[in-house]
């Protein structure tokens, strides 16, 4: 549990470099999100003993290294269209060298992972009066501070098994936990952003609140998902990247289904009032 509490510090510390310097360097957190998805797509490709297939792997980590640059919707289709020729173009030369169910993962999950991660720049893009990385830290708690919400309280209190066929560690003691400290946790980012303003930023904590709520059952989902895609490749972790972890896509398989949640309910339900 010490490792992954230091690793767990680092990726903050670090997120909040990226926060911190958005400024000066915005490009920052579409690069992060880009070498991010590629490495997850890397994973996967790994997991799924297929790094060999050349035309399946070096598309797949270009299509999640291009993603989180694409600027809006014209050039994301652009690029996955490109991607979609070549994958399987390549089909028709190796179809003996490869299923159709290697390629369906590949294909689906090249296109999951980067999109999902890259809503978080269409977060910051967001119109609220400049305080657009409130929005990203936001969603960035919501994933996070669910997951270990859920880890903490299970290990201290967990009984019940809430999934046990997929991933036996999970309890629903350790799930109702995450959904209270995470929105409470929100709660008090938005107490103390308001305050930091002194007033001339109102924020909706109705809003902060949902974002808690949805953010851990969007979190839960991607965990189990990806904990579903490991048992199929008979693997306990994508990797070894972050110790105490696993791998990119052990921590931010939640983030690949909370940003699009977040995204969509902020564009209808702003959080701040201005």
């Known amino acids: 549990m010490k490792q992954r509490i230091i690793s767990g510090a680092t990726l903050v510390a670090f997120v909040a470099a990226i926060v911190i310097f958005n400024s000066s360097f915005p490009y ?30 070096w598309p797949s980590v270009a299509m999640a290294l291009a993603v989180p640059f694409c600027p809006d919707f014209f050039y994301f289709q652009l690029v996955f269209y490109i991607y979609t020729l070549l994958i399987f173009t390549g ?6 060298e490869v299923t ?6 590949i294909y689906s999950m090249s296109l999951l992972i980067p999109w999902g991660l890259s809503k978080l720049v269409s977060i910051r893009e967001l119109e609220n009066g400049g305080h657009e990385m409130f929005y990203v830290i936001l969603t960035i708690a919501a994933a996070w501070v669910a997951d270990a919400g859920a880890f903490f309280v299970g290990s201290f209190f967990g009984k019940h098994k809430l999934c046990p066929n997929i991933s036996p560690k999970k309890t629903i003691e350790g799930a109702v936990g995450g959904f209270v ?16 303003y002194q007033g001339t930023v109102e924020v909706n904590y109705w809003v902060l609140a949902v974002i808690g709520a949805g953010g851990t059952l969007a ?27 696993g791998g990119i896509l052990d921590r931010f398989d939640s ?12 564009t209808v339900f702003p959080a701040l009032v201005l």
């Open 28 to 57: 920052a957190l579409n690069i992060v999100l880009s070498l991010v998805s590629a490495f997850g797509v890397w994973e996967l490709i790994t997991a799924l003993g297929i790094q060999q297939r050349h035309f399946l792997a």
């Open 91 to 96: 089909l028709l030369f190796h179809h003996q």
């Open 100 to 105: 159709f169910r290697e390629l369906g993962v």
């Open 181 to 196: 400290v995470n929105i409470l946790l929100l709660l008090l980012i938005g107490f103390v952003f308001q305050s930091y």
């Open 219 to 245: 979190s839960i989902l991607g965990d189990l998902s990806f904990s579903l895609i490991k048992r199929s490749c008979h693997i306990k972790d994508f990797g070894q990247v972050i110790p105490g972890h």
């Open 255 to 266: 983030m690949i289904f909370v940003a699009p949640f977040v995204y969509l309910l902020l």
